[in-house]
Nanobody, 119 residues
Framework: QVQLVESGGGLVQAGGSLRLSCAASGRTFSSYVMGWFRQAPGKEREFVAR????????DYADSVKGRFTITRDNAKNTVYLQMNSLKPEDTAVYYC????????????WGQGTQVTVSS
């Protein structure tokens, strides 16, 4: 089992940057694919990015490709989401997720961190 805690959210102006972090408990962090999702008010939760067990593969939603970068540090049990060129439509609660498989479902979720981008 793994527990996830996100941090780094906040209020930023359009065009600005934020880096989200997700710290995971446990000794088997490298056994998990890590993902970031977001949910805007009144909308369904959507996929943002994911990274493979050792970081060799990444995947992004089209809406963030070229602006967001997902990385991980297995020595620190942490996954990051660097968000650049932020837009008001990036405003959402951002969730970290983990799963042992490279698929569409994730078994473990964090509590979320709010990102608000002002125009």
């Amino acid at each position: 089992q793994v527990q996830l805690v996100e941090s780094g959210g906040g209020l930023v102006q359009a065009g600005g940057s934020l880096r989200l972090s997700c710290a995971a408990s446990g000794r088997t962090f490298s056994s998990y694919v890590m993902g970031w999702f977001r949910q805007a008010p009144g909308k369904e939760r959507e996929f943002v990015a994911r990274i493979s067990w050792r970081g060799s593969s990444t995947d992004y939603a089209d809406s963030v490709k070229g602006r967001f970068t997902i990385t991980r540090d297995n020595a620190k049990n942490t996954v990051y989401l660097q968000m650049n060129s932020l837009k008001p439509e990036d405003t959402a609660v951002y969730y970290c997720a983990a799963d042992r498989t490279w698929g569409d479902s994730y078994g473990y979720w964090g509590q979320g961190t709010q990102v608000t981008v002002s125009s």
